[in-house]
């Protein structure tokens, strides 16, 4: 493959340009960014390729499901050993119980290793800029460090390739095979028999270690489980400068998979240009104030060519729960009338947040993201479509974020242990909770358990 990284004169330059932070110094930023072209890919175009042919086959076989999840908003002094392992086991765990229960393949696309800048609803314009953290790409979280610095830029870099290789380290040396429950972890929701925690730990065990994610298929090697990064393309400067030529076509190198935000999704504006010339596998997230019409606008924009391009374009739906039955119907029968064949995917978070009176912390009710993923996959399946997916902000690590699940977080608890810098996730408790939850709504009547022991967490 050739790769070039002469000067392009990108056409996203030439639009205007939505969330980006006002930078003090413009050559400082230059300097950053020629800096960043001169870096390695941190990502093959191999990825690209392939998890665009996964995601490819996802809509046309009609099987096989997408997990993605991760932070709100990485942090830099996240990058640790432990903490990366929390969240690569939480994501291998959830995809183990939803392939296994459902007996198909679970396509892994990770938060992590990017997510460094954070869109805002504010407009940096007309405020002071130390009121808003936009991500430890652009400033500090303290507000004392609310000055956008680029030389961020470049640690962001070097922190999402330190993130990248242990991530490639642990599944070269077998994290695959997840048999491990934190001790303080009460799995006595799976089903309503009144049999020990010891009883489920060991049988959500079998199914770690021999099925989905290590089957044998007569031999001892277990089955080769990808984790590909993702992250919202947002700081459209450094999406270029991580954007290579390789044979006559764009990549982004910097994650297989971006996506574009709610507040960047314009029609004439820099973000859907800029998507629409790599060859990556894109996100668009659809949120409430999204017509129809805008919506078959923006994929003909996009994606002008889709028989020739399958796997581009996943729609991640975030309505809010009180919006689905309203939005969700008018989208996708737009979608069906234009013969897009686009993967759906539920983001059940972003738009069920909100704040609590009595203490001013955000947060989410673990019934409600629930309740929004019943209803999203109830109006698919009535419209004759198909969820392909579900787009969460989770962590692997005890945190008192978003109330409600197993262990029965209240609002009075969120200042225990609310350490994201921006939006609440969900703790490990309630992650997989949720994806058990999942795996009873995913499996269909017709669908036959192929494992008994699996069979109470697929009936309950």
């Known amino acids: 493959m050739e790769d070039s990284q002469e000067e392009r004169n990108p056409s996203w330059k030439n639009f205007p340009i939505q969330q980006q932070p006002i930078w003090p110094d413009k050559a400082e930023l230059e300097s950053a960014i020629e800096t960043i072209k001169t870096f390695p890919p941190l990502v093959s175009t191999a990825e690209v390729i392939q998890l665009r042919e996964e995601l490819a086959a996802i809509e046309r076989d009609g099987k096989g499901f997408i997990l993605q999840g991760g932070d709100c908003a990485e942090r830099f002094l996240d990058l640790k050993d432990h903490v990366i392992e929390s969240k690569i086991r939480l994501l291998l765990q959830m995809?183990?119980?939803?392939?296994?229960?459902?007996?198909?393949?679970?396509?892994?696309?990770?938060?992590?290793?990017?997510?460094?800048?954070?869109?805002?609803?504010?407009?940096?314009?007309?405020?002071?800029?130390?009121?808003?953290?936009?991500?430890d790409n652009i400033h500090g979280y303290d507000v004392g460090q609310r000055r956008p610095d680029p030389q961020r830029l470049v640690r962001g870099y070097f922190t999402s390739a330190a993130s990248l290789n242990y991530i490639r380290t642990l599944m070269k040396d077998g994290f695959e095979r997840i048999t491990h429950f934190p001790q303080s972890w009460d799995l006595s929701f799976i089903n309503s028999k009144k049999?020990?925690?010891?009883?489920?730990?060991?049988?959500?065990?079998?199914?770690?270690?021999?099925?989905?994610?290590?089957?044998?298929?007569?031999?001892?090697?277990?089955?080769?489980?990808?984790?590909?990064?993702?992250?919202?393309?947002?700081?459209l400067d450094y999406e270029d400068a991580m954007t290579r030529e390789v044979n006559g076509k764009l990549y982004n190198l910097s994650a297989p998979f971006v996506w574009i935000g709610d507040r960047t999704r314009q029609l004439d504006h820099a973000h859907v240009e800029y998507v629409r010339t790599i060859e990556n596998p894109i996100g668009i997230k659809v949120g409430p104030t999204m017509e129809p019409e805008e919506l078959i606008m923006l994929l003909r924009l996009i994606w002008p060519h889709p028989e020739k391009s399958p796997g581009k374009v996943t729609l991640i739906t975030r309505y809010g729960i009180n919006n689905v039955e309203k939005c969700l119907p008018r989208h996708i029968e737009a979608v069906q009338r234009a013969r897009f064949k686009v993967l759906w995917v539920c983001d059940p978070c972003h738009g069920n947040t909100r704040v609590c009176k009595e203490n001013g912390f955000k947060t989410r009710d673990f019934k409600t993201i629930f309740e929004e993923i019943s209803k999203v996959l109830a109006v698919h399946r009535r419209l004759g479509s198909r969820l392909s997916g579900i787009h969460l902000e989770m962590t692997g690590d005890d945190v008192t974020e978003c109330v409600g699940g197993i262990q029965n977080i209240k609002e009075d608890d969120l200042p225990t242990r609310f350490e994201s810098?921006?939006?609440?996730?969900?703790?490990?408790?309630?992650?997989?909770?949720?994806?058990?939850?999942?795996?009873?709504?995913?499996?269909?009547e017709d669908k036959k358990v192929v494992n008994p022991s699996s069979e109470s967490i697929v009936k309950g």
């Open 421 to 444: 810098y921006c939006d609440p996730r969900l703790n490990y408790s309630q992650s997989m909770e949720l994806s058990l939850q999942m795996a009873k709504i995913l499996c269909s």
């Open 195 to 235: 049999e020990s925690m010891v009883a489920h730990k060991e049988t959500i065990s079998r199914i770690f270690d021999n099925t989905y994610l290590c089957r044998h298929n007569n031999t001892e090697e277990p089955t080769k489980t990808n984790i590909y990064s993702s992250h919202e393309a947002i700081l």
């Open 95 to 135: 995809a183990s119980v939803l392939g296994h229960s459902t007996q198909e393949h679970c396509t892994i696309i990770a938060r992590i290793a990017g997510q460094y800048g954070k869109p805002r609803s504010s407009n940096p314009k007309t405020e002071d800029v130390r009121a808003v953290f936009r991500g």
